[in-house]
């Protein structure tokens, strides 16, 4: 079975300083990996995926994110945090070894704080 | 443009009413999916729909009822609504395996 997990609930940062934002997956292929935002009231909006090639991705706003087979692992990170950047962060896995379009899996959610 | 849009954005509605959410998407993709969004904001996959077929329907109550007339469209009908299933129902498609999913605004459900 798939599955995230995102083991914090709250990521705290000063505006500036750098952030990270955690996620460790469980597939049985290989992963496919996303990162989505979610503002209040708002739907999810894609931020980055990792298919295969470079295990560091970039993606929208500054995010990027770095794939570490070993330790089954997709961390977002950004260099210099902004205000703007608060929000609730999803990480999602969709397993290879799955044949068809099935449904990304989504871990639990970290909100992130920038506190200026 | 709007990829994938919900309609309504919010449904008040009292237990044991029926209630239908639509979805349109105009990326072209083949896949469709519902997902709910619990009171912690935890996302759980409802049903998924590929060209009209339904391909997935992870231990949903039978009182929801999807509906796929083309593959650009899937609605979420719910019959006799409980105080449990208000939430936030999101829409979303995707294309190829490797491509993310894009998500609508979602439907704020409130059962009262």
């Known amino acids: 079975a798939q599955s995230v997990a995102q083991p914090e609930d709250q990521v705290n940062v000063a505006e500036g300083n750098p952030l990270t934002v955690k996620c460790t997956y469980s597939?049985?292929?290989?992963?496919?990996l996303f990162w989505y935002v979610q503002y209040p009231n708002r739907g999810l909006q894609f931020l980055l995926k990792?298919?295969?090639?470079?295990?560091l991705v970039k993606g929208s706003y500054g995010f990027e994110a770095e794939f570490n087979k070993s330790q089954t692992s997709f961390h977002l990170k950004k260099p210099s945090a902004l205000v703007s950047d608060s929000a609730l962060y999803f990480c999602?896995?969709?397993?290879?070894?799955?044949?068809?379009?099935?449904?990304?899996?989504f871990g639990k959610g970290t909100r992130l704080s920038v506190i200026a | 443009d709007t990829a994938v849009s919900q309609t309504p954005k919010y449904l008040v509605t009292q237990m044991g009413n029926d209630k239908s959410i639509k979805c349109e998407q105009n990326?072209?993709?083949?896949?469709m999916y519902w997902y709910k969004q619990d009171s912690k904001k935890f996302l759980k996959i409802m049903f998924s729909?590929?060209?009209?077929?339904?391909?997935i329907n992870e231990t949903v109550p039978n009182r929801f009822s999807p509906k796929s007339p083309d593959k650009a469209h899937l609605n979420l009908h719910i019959n006799s609504l409980e105080l449990g299933d208000s939430a936030v129902y999101f829409c979303?498609?995707?294309?190829?395996?490797?491509?993310?999913?894009?998500f609508g605004q979602g439907t704020r459900l409130t059962v009262v």
């Open positions: 597939v049985s292929g290989n992963p496919y």
């Open positions: 990792y298919i295969t090639g470079d295990n």
């Open positions: 979303a498609s995707s294309q190829a395996e490797a491509g993310p999913a894009f």
């Open positions: 990326l072209g993709h083949d896949t």
């Open positions: 729909y590929n060209n009209k077929e339904l391909i």
């Open positions: 999602a896995v969709r397993d290879r070894a799955r044949s068809g379009n099935t449904p990304l899996v």
